[in-house]
């Protein structure tokens, strides 16, 4: 299974940003897709997770803000960012989690001015 995310960029506090991941591959073993994101000098953490039967998980801080959906069909992945906040600042990473792995595509920069 391999990754690509896109979407990233430099948009103002209060805008909006929807990052997409493309996997491909044999991406039929695929259970949960997430998005996680690394602040400078912050360990990774999770954003997001989706299941196969689309059940979801946020973290706290982007609750009410983020949406995470995925498109089985198309095997992607996609998060909705909206009242974007400086401290969403980071890079952020879309992850999937097959049997005994996780597989990770590279990181999008998004860049919230104040």
């Known amino acids: 299974v391999q990754l690509q995310a896109s979407g990233g960029g430099l948009v103002q506090a209060g805008g909006s940003l929807r990052l997409s991941c493309a996997a491909s591959?044999?991406?039929?073993?695929?259970?949960?897709f997430g998005w996680f994101r690394q602040a400078p000098g912050e360990q990774r953490e999770l954003v997001a997770t989706v299941s196969r039967g689309g059940n979801t998980n946020y973290t706290d801080s982007v609750k009410g803000r983020f949406t995470i959906s995925r498109d089985n069909a198309k095997n992607a992945v996609y998060l909705q960012m909206n009242s974007l906040k400086p401290e969403d600042t980071a890079v952020y990473y879309c992850n999937a989690r097959v049997p005994f792995r996780d597989v990770w595509g590279q990181g999008t920069q998004v860049t919230v001015s104040s």
């Open positions: 591959g044999s991406t039929f073993i695929i259970n949960v």
